[in-house]
């Protein structure tokens, strides 16, 4: 019972942060709900061994991975196993066409900007701005060291904002 | 002040994940634990089954104290084999019989007391994760 009520107070707590944090690896949404599911199942399966106070270091860690398997999975199904496939291939991949192609709502222009960062460094920005973690946290959760974080981060937000200055609707709408 | 990168974070940020996920993960760990039962109950009905069959062959093979005692060393007769029939007849049906309620009722015991506990538990989990602030 105890163990229940845990878990329904952490799914309450973190399953918005980390649908986000999906939803910015995996591109669809649909890819993203799966990879929450499957996170919060892990969660609940894991939760008697897990220490509370890295918790969330450890959810986020697992979506990640979760995530990094899913796009290597769709790589597969693209091409032959044999291919090395690189970083540049896993960003390809990260984000479904079809969504990209559909930029009807405000989000799903947000979503398709984000995607065009290289996935360490989109991962990075999403926990921080997004998510609100802390280098240490996010040290943490994507095992690289803090300076690391932060250079990414840097890099990041240089970035978006070479691709936010190119568009239109992000400009306009920021001066109005 | 309001530059494009703020607005977009704050685009971001303003995602929730769908009400149906926590539901679909309940469902998905009822489901598991269901299992997980069901697996522990075929086990101990499988441990059950193979003491039982140790014993059953070991009561028949095992040197009675009646032919040990027995001065003349006379080799059984029509009628002991037949009791001995008769007897591992009855143990075989009584363990079996055992068996099977032990099965039922475990299972019946698993459905009662496990499931819904866990099933409620749940949904007011879900309610009150479902319900506006």
Redesign the interface.
Known sequence: ?IR??EF?LL??RH??E???FA??MLGS?ADA?DA??EV??RL?NHLPTLRLLNIRAWLFLTTRNFCLDQIRRRSWAVQPADDEISDERVDELAVDPSLAADTTT??E???E??ARLPESLRSVF?LY??NQLRYREIAVALQIPINTVKVRLLRA?QQ??QH??K?KS??T??KS | MDDPLKKLIRELRSESCPASVPDQVSQRIAREAAKKFSGVSLLASFVLGALAVVLVGTSLFWPGTDRVDDPCGETPTLSDSGKVLEQTHGVLAAVGHVLIRAGGHAEAALRKEAVPPLLRSFHTAKDKITRPL
């Open positions: 019972m229940e009520l329904q799914c309450r399953r918005d980390l649908y986000r939803r910015a949404p709900e929450t599911q919060l199942l609940w405000r989000l222009e947000a979503h900007v984000l999403v701005e997004v937000r978006l904002n936010l200055s568009e992000w400009t709408l920021s």
